[in-house]
């Protein structure tokens, strides 16, 4: 059974930065491509970042790109999601996922390329 856990959501002042953590078990997470979405109240849950299994490709969303960072670390089958220059539009719950297939490489921005998801962490972002 894969599990996701995602942490390190909390309440931030606008310009202030967040580090969230997804946690992966039941998968070989090295050969897996994980991805960051968010959901806002009333709207749809977008794509934030993506990085693919080797960790050689990164893809953003273009409201975050230059101010978010993703990474993985699989010693400890986890992926991070470095966010800085945190904004209010930025106030969602946060998901991370992991793809369908090992090995996958390809657009990792819709979210049906995914097949586990995470609970959720709550990112709140005050002006």
């Known amino acids: 059974q894969v599990q996701l856990v995602e942490s390190g959501g909390r309440l931030a002042q606008a310009g202030g930065s967040l580090r969230l953590s997804c946690a992966a078990s039941?998968?070989?997470?090295?050969?897996?491509?994980i991805g960051w979405f968010r959901q806002a109240p009333g709207k749809e849950r977008e794509f934030v970042a993506a990085?693919?299994?080797?960790?050689?490709?990164?893809y953003y969303a273009d409201s975050v790109k230059g101010r978010f960072t993703i990474s993985r670390d699989n010693a400890k089958n986890t992926v991070y999601l470095q966010m800085n220059s945190l904004k209010p539009e930025d106030t969602a719950v946060y998901y991370c996922?992991?793809?369908?297939?090992?090995?996958?490489?390809?657009?990792?921005?819709?979210?049906?390329?995914?097949?586990?998801w995470g609970q959720g962490t709550q990112v709140t972002v005050s002006s």
């Open positions: 990085i693919n299994w080797s960790g050689g490709s990164l």
């Open positions: 039941g998968r070989t997470f090295s050969t897996y491509s």
């Open positions: 996922a992991v793809a369908r297939l090992q090995f996958y490489s390809g657009s990792l921005q819709v979210a049906t390329e995914y097949d586990y």
